[in-house]
């Protein structure tokens, strides 16, 4: 049985990050409420990455060989994207108000989502 702590932890952070995306959308809010906004969210990423560890270290080794396949794939990935861009930047091809921070959140989990695919389909037992 999986350990469901992690994804549930994931899911609040989402939750909380979109709150607070659509919150500081909003330029009248005090600086209280701004820095809640911030902090909520990076309070429950380090939940989740405190579960995901715990997660990892009671897995068995193939599923932990999955996992480091998954992310170095998403690494890799998004390294190459990051890197593409800030020649594209620099060449006048993409503007900086085109591609944030905000803009990688998403990629990342696709990143990772495509290596875990690939790791498991990799991994996976095929019948004789």
């Known amino acids: 049985m999986r350990d469901t702590g992690p994804f549930i932890a994931l899911a609040v952070w989402g939750v909380l990050f979109i709150a607070g995306r ?5 330029g009248g809010l005090a600086i209280e409420a701004r820095a809640a906004a911030v902090a ?3 309070a429950a990423f380090a939940v989740f990455l405190w579960l995901a ?3 990892h270290r009671r897995s ?3 599923e932990r060989r999955v996992q480091g396949e ?3 794939t998403a690494f890799g990935v998004t390294l190459l994207v990051v890197t593409t861009l800030a020649l ?3 060449a006048g091809f993409a503007g900086p108000e085109d591609w944030s921070y905000g803009h990688f959140t998403p990629m990342l989990f696709v990143f990772y989502l495509m290596g875990l695919f690939l790791a498991r389909r ?3 037992c095929a019948p004789e």
């Open 60 to 62: 068995d080794e193939l």
């Open 40 to 42: 909520a969210p990076a």
């Open 88 to 90: 594209a930047q620099r």
């Open 53 to 55: 560890l715990r997660a």
């Open 22 to 26: 659509l919150l500081l959308n909003d």
């Open 70 to 72: 998954a992310l170095a």
């Open 122 to 124: 990799r991994y996976a």
